[in-house]
């Protein structure tokens, strides 16, 4: 059973910066694509970024491009995803997954097409 394990998460104050690591128990990441979502209480869960795993092309949400970096560390096994300019509207549990998906963009945008998911690691952002 593959695993993924997010940390990183915190309460940082608007401006900050925090990063978040989703490391796998096994080479599960291997030809798949990992991907970042978020969940704020009383919302649906959103696309953050994701990257290829073979390839490392890269793709973000509107919201977060240009604040947040999503990168891979092939020998550790783990995805990256750097915060900068945290809003408060950041606030959310993130959750990182992974998933052999199609090479189509919209197909690795939504979450229904991951099959392998973390627990999460909660990012709060004060004013």
């Known amino acids: 059973q593959v695993q993924l394990v997010e940390s990183g998460g915190s309460l940082v104050q608007a401006g900050g910066s925090l990063r978040l690591s989703c490391t796998s128990s096994?080479?599960?990441?291997?030809?798949?694509?990992i991907g970042w979502f978020r969940q704020a209480p009383g919302r649906e869960r959103e696309f953050v970024a994701f990257?290829?795993?073979?390839?490392?092309?890269?793709n973000y949400a509107d919201s977060v491009r240009g604040r947040f970096t999503i990168s891979t560390d092939n020998a550790r096994n783990t995805v990256y995803l750097q915060m900068n300019s945290l809003k408060p509207e950041d606030t959310a549990a993130y959750y990182c997954?992974?998933?052999?998906?199609?090479?189509?963009?919209?197909?690795?945008?939504?979450?229904?097409?991951?099959?392998?998911w973390g627990q999460g690691t909660q990012v709060t952002v004060s004013s």
């Open positions: 997954a992974a998933g052999a998906i199609s090479s189509r963009t919209s197909a690795r945008r939504q979450a229904r097409n991951y099959d392998t």
């Open positions: 990257v290829g795993w073979s390839n490392s092309d890269t």
């Open positions: 096994a080479r599960a990441f291997s030809s798949h694509t």
